[in-house]
Each structure stands twice: as C-alpha cells, then as structure tokens.
C-alpha cells in the first residue's frame, strides 16, 4: 500500500509540474489574443509564423488588411508560415513553401525575457523590389540581435499584384488603393505595439528596418499618416520612396505607371476595372498572377510592367518630394514622423546588380529615355567624361543606376529630415578581396549580411571584424537612438550626425572612418536638374 501511494504522489507530481518542466523548454507567452508556444534555438527563444493578419483570400485580396483573430488554443509558433506566393527564386529554396496564410510574423527575443524587461524592439522589413522575398530568408535570423538584448520581428507582406495592384474601383470602394502591402506592414505594426509588451518588448522602443524595398517602405511608413505612434526609430539601407523605378521620382509618373500596370495585368485576365473585373482578379490563383509580375526593367528603353506602390494620399502622401522639401509639413505635430531618429545608408557600387554591359551610346539612350531629351544632355554629363560612343559604360551606367534607383533619394530624405530629426548616415565599402575587385563591386545588398551577423561559415576574420563593428552600431542605434552609445558607454570611433550644410558620414570599411558625404555634390546637381521644373509636374 505504501509503494502505491509513493507511486500516486509521483504521478500527481509530475503531472502537475510537467507543464513548467515544458515551458521551460519551450517559452510560452500569454497575450490578449491567447497563449503563443515557441521554441529555444541557438540560445535565444524564437516563435515563429505569428499570424498578425486574416489570410486575404476572397473578399480579403486586393483589400485593406484585417487584424487576425485571437487564438481559441495555444498556438504552436515552432515553424515558419508559408510566403507570400511568388515566381522568384525564392521558393525554390528548401524550407521555403507559399501559401494564403502568409501574414505572418516572427520574433526573436532574449531567453527567458518576460513580461515588464521593457527590451529594445527591431521590426525588420525584407527587400525584393516589392516583388518578392519573405521574412525567413535566413539572412535576417535574429539571433544575433536576440543575444545583444534587442527582440528581432520581422515580418511578410504582401507583394507584386497581390500588394499593389491599383484600380479606380477599388479605390472607390475602400477609399484608397495600390498599399495593400504596406497597409500589411502598418497591422503588423499595430500588433507588435499591441501584444510586444507580453513577449519582453518595450513598445515605446520600437525601431523600423528594412532593406532595398524594405528600406523604401520604411521611409513610406515615416510619411504615412497612419503611423503615428507605431515607432520611434528608423533604419533604412539602400532605398527611399524617391527610389526610380521601383518607386517614383514624381507624382504625374507614379499616378500614370501605378494604374497602367495594374491595367495591364487585369486586360491580360479579362478582368475590368468594375465589381465584377475585382471578382475575376480575386479567382486567379496567386502563384499564376505572380508568374505575370516579373522583374521585368529595360533600362534603355525605361520599359518596366511590374507594380509599385500608388501616392494615393490616404496611406502615402500624394506628393513625396513635396512633403519632404516643405519644412512645416515635417514638423506639422499631427504627423507621424515626429520625433523620429533616423539611421540612414548605402553601398558603394549599389548600381552594378542592376547594370549589364552597355555602351555610351545606350547610357545616353536610356537617360534621354527616361528623363526627355530636353534634360539628357546635363544629366549625361556627370555621368560621362569625353568618352567614344562605341567604348564600353558598364561603371558609368552603375554609377547612374546607382544613383537614380537609390542614391538621390536617399539624400533628399537624409537633406530633409535633418532639418528637425537626429539623422546618421552610412556608407559601406567593404567586400573581401575577390568581390572588391570584380566588376560588381561592393554592391546592392551586401551589408545585410554583417548587421544580422549571419555570415557564412568559414567567413574571414575582417569580415567578421566589420560586421561586429555594423552590428554593434545597429543595436546601439535601436536601444539608445545613438550608434555610438550602447547604454553605458561611447565607441572609440564617433560617427557625427548628418547635416546638410556639412555631411559627415560614416564609412564601414576594414578600418572606419568619418568621411565627407561624396556624392553630395553630384547628387545636390543631379536633383536640381530632374526637379527644375517639377512646380509644372
């Protein structure tokens, strides 16, 4: 008798301490919406494919997003959520699958953080031309940022037609039109203000990110008037809403290519641009609509069919420029940018991913092309230096490319926001030996690497040297709005605050320094040409 009651003590023992014996194995968080299990990797607690949004299928795609509903049970966040449904390489990866239930976010965060730690929080937005890319790309792992005490979200969106697709119905029937990707990024947003706090996250420290066209809904997000509130910090690499093609440089062009490639896409499927054209859009396998929204930019003939997102005025301003070049309208207290640090940069050879072998003659084409024949010959010319129409311009047409994509936009943003925001910016410029050398440089998307700290195995020692020093910056940049304070002290190295009157920036190398902004002068010329008469846009 007495070895059965030690044998019913054990079993009741156990089964009441088997559920913490589990969370203590697997975190669990309880939210306001239900109870999130997720697991413990490499040190850190991951819980993963979070959905923050109801699938949008049906009456749901080519619509505002709708917050997902609160769990009825625990929800096992153990494994990435499907991708937004793409033609790209990426879902020829492994691990890598599409599906409608892709609103989705994941989180990376400090083992055992709880409940009032008040930590530091970076949502982080992929790249991919809004076109494709997902948040489990394995570049973006948070665990680095998890280890230095900062909770990594990052999060899928939707993309190509699926995120952008505009029409004067819809517009009509929903009061905007041409966001519903970024409509994705601003839910998620409103969630990880909402439920952070219950996963250790503070969400008054809250820092937006992104890269390439991550990096362009960033700046979109910070003109947004629907953000007020959702952040106070922001990190932008490689990109602004002034970003051509993938973006615009201008409200008349934006407004014309907006609508006209989505046109084009519903004309290929029957589809009007009425109730019932929406109808048929909506019964379109994603995967094949996807396969009908290719990269697809003919850099001299500045042909492009792919979506971008429309200044509609509801989600993004109507006129970008004009908002970032009228100083009232940046300190205006109803908007969302007050107050807003901001951590800015680029590549150095951020054009070559995009440049293929091209004469001078082609060069001189495609600016004409784009920018009309009355401007071709001054924008030509800070490009090209006395040279034969036959002679190769690969490094020319980077430089352009480089700077019209990225570069111009990148300083305005910077030239403006300094006026009333901290502003720093950066300039990348390492890449080991055989990459330096080769004729792509350091280039478009070749930092991300160092600031997540995910490096391949075997990576050299300077390289790991750099990205300790940019990852650093980052976290010190997201817990204190300062790169060169982490809390407790001030790096060796300072890296000044940009101003437009004297750009300072700092430049990420095998040794960093603090350089004059060099493209400045170029770029402040380039400006003043392609806006000269934009009062007549």
């Not at 923050?52 to 749901?60: G, Q, R």
């Not at 900062?150 to 505009?166: E, K, Q, T, W």
């Not at 362009?216 to 008037?225: D, F, W």
């Not at 950066?426 to 998307?445: I, L, M, N, T």
Request: aromatic residues 14%; proline residues 5%.
């Amino acid at each position: 008798m007495k070895r059965l009651f030690q044998y019913l003590f054990i079993t009741l023992l156990f089964t009441v301490l088997a559920p913490f014996a589990h969370a203590e194995n697997s975190p669990l968080v309880i939210t306001d919406i239900g109870a999130i299990e997720g697991v413990n990797e490499h040190g850190v607690d991951h819980f993963y494919g979070i959905p923050y949004a109801k699938a949008p299928v049906h009456d749901l795609r080519f619509a505002p997003t709708v917050a997902a509903d609160p769990f009825a049970d625990t929800f096992k966040a153990d494994s990435f959520c499907p991708v937004v449904p793409q033609s790209s390489f990426i879902v020829k990866r492994n691990g890598f699958r599409t599906g409608d239930n892709s609103l989705c976010l994941n989180i990376y965060r400090p083992k055992n953080a709880k409940k009032g730690d008040k930590l530091p929080v970076f949502v982080w937005i992929h790249g991919g031309a809004y076109m494709m890319g997902a948040s489990n790309n394995p570049y973006y792992d948070g665990t680095a940022f998890a280890k230095d005490g900062v909770i990594l979200v990052s999060i899928n969106y939707r993309l190509h037609a699926l995120g952008f697709y505009a029409s004067k119905y819809t517009y009509q029937k929903y009061g905007t039109t041409g966001n519903w990707g970024h409509l994705d990024m601003i839910e998620a947003l409103k969630w990880v203000r909402n439920h952070i706090d219950s996963f250790g996250g503070d969400p008054e420290k809250v820092t937006i990110g992104g890269e390439s066209a991550g990096s362009m809904a960033v700046s979109s997000l910070i003109l947004s008037p629907l953000t007020k509130g959702l952040f106070k910090r922001a990190i932008l690499e490689s990109g602004t809403i002034l970003s051509y093609p993938f973006v615009s440089l201008y409200r008349s062009e934006n407004s014309k290519s907006a609508f006209t490639n989505s046109a084009s896409i519903a004309t290929l499927f029957g589809a009007e641009d009425s109730e019932a054209g929406l109808e048929a859009l909506r019964a379109i396998d994603p995967l094949l609509l996807s396969y009908n929204c290719g990269y697809d930019y003919d850099m001299v003939k500045n042909t492009f069919s792919f979506f971008k997102p429309y200044f509609d005025g509801v989600v993004l301003p109507k006129d970008p420029y004009r908002e970032l070049k009228q100083e009232k309208r940046i300190d205006d207290s109803d908007n969302s940018q007050d107050n807003v640090e901001i951590l800015i940069g680029y590549n150095t050879d951020e054009g070559s991913l995009f440049t293929d072998n091209i004469n001078v003659l082609e060069l001189k084409t495609a600016i004409k092309n784009t920018f009309g024949k009355n401007k071709a010959q001054s924008i030509a010319a800070l490009y090209l230096k006395d040279k034969e129409p036959a002679d190769d311009a690969f490094k020319e047409a980077g430089t352009y490319n480089a700077d019209i994509m990225f570069n111009l936009g990148m300083k305005i943003f910077a030239d403006a926001m300094s006026k009333n925001h901290k502003v720093y910016m950066y300039h990348f410029d390492y890449a080991p030996a055989e990459y330096k050398k080769s004729h792509r440089g350091v280039s478009h998307s070749s930092e991300i690497a160092y600031v997540f700290s995910t490096l391949p195995e075997g990576a050299q020692k300077d390289m790991k040297n750099v990205s300790d020093n940019m990852h650093q910056r980052f976290v010190n940049f997201i817990k204190t709005g300062d790169p060169n304070f982490n809390g407790k002290s001030m790096t060796p190295i300072r890296w000044p605050l940009y101003n437009e009157r004297s750009p300072k920036v700092y430049k990420i190398d095998k040794l960093p320094y603090v350089e004059n902004f060099k493209l400045k002068d170029r770029l402040d010329k380039l400006e003043d040409l392609l806006y000269s008469d934009y009062d007549n846009d």
